[in-house]
């Protein structure tokens, strides 16, 4: 059963998955310039598949070494691109705890998602954490405003490990055999411009794009799917969805 299935779960969850970037704070060491303050850096994130998320840094890093004497953080994610009033969109800032990511397809999933950091991922001093969720604030425009409490903000993926177990196969398949698919979500369904897709991810919460090294792009499922068998059923029922709107929004020809 998914947990903290609520809407603001959902919605914090989304929001979480959509982003590619995020400003961690940590607090500054007591031998540092920064101590007794708060230290912000903007990172890069990426989401595992239960949604807490995933940060690759380097132990030169000011805030690495900052988790290094304490590893309560804070992350703040936004939406707020292209907004005349940024303060209308949503973000989210959440509490947590920073520690070791240990399976070897977090790190796939994060790279999948940011192919630049692969040239230094493999660096000694780099390592993958994972920011395990206490609780956090979700402001979701005017008035819509709560906290949300860990098991909200992750989704229980024990009855989903076919589907992790498929990722790889499955990506790899909708990448080499249905570029076209791929374009109908990310233009029909998702309302972005035409270009070179390529699927970086799947959860039992949706699938991830990237449309170019510095754009990615977020697909939810209305329900949450459980095993490959699923997934495909999932991706087939979108991409005829999006042929039908495709259809139907195409100008009508007159002679």
Do not use: K
């Not at 230094?120 to 206490?134: C, K, T």
């Amino acid at each position: 059963m998914e947990r903290g299935g609520d809407d603001l779960g959902r919605s914090a969850r989304r929001l979480i998955r959509q982003s590619r970037v995020a400003t961690l704070a940590t607090a500054g060491r007591v031998d540092s310039p920064a101590a007794g303050h708060s230290y912000g850096s903007l990172v890069l994130v990426a989401a595992d598949y239960d949604a807490a998320p995933l940060l690759l840094i380097s132990r030169l890093a000011e805030h690495t070494q900052n988790i290094a004497q304490d590893p309560r953080v804070s992350l703040l994610f936004e939406a707020t691109a292209g907004l005349v009033d940024p303060l209308t969109g949503p973000r989210l800032t959440l509490l947590g705890v920073a520690e070791p990511a240990e399976r070897s397809g977090q790190r796939t999933r994060f790279l999948a998602r940011h192919p630049s950091a692969a040239d230094y991922a493999g660096f000694a001093d780099f390592s993958l954490v994972r920011v395990r969720a206490i609780r956090a604030h979700l402001v979701a425009g005017f008035g819509r405003i709560n906290w949300i409490e860990a098991e909200s903000l992750t989704f229980e993926i024990g009855s989903a490990q076919a589907l992790i177990r498929a990722e790889a196969e499955i990506v790899a398949h909708m990448n080499a055999d249905h570029a076209d698919a791929l374009s109908l979500y990310a233009t029909v369904l998702l309302g972005a411009e035409p270009g070179d897709l390529r699927m970086t991810g799947i959860d039992p919460e949706g699938l991830d794009l990237r449309a170019s090294p510095a754009r990615v792009l977020r697909l939810d499922f209305e329900s949450p799917v459980r095993d490959g068998a699923e997934a495909r059923e999932r991706l087939i029922d979108l991409a005829q969805r999006a042929r039908r709107a495709g259809a139907a929004n195409r100008p009508v020809e007159r002679s």
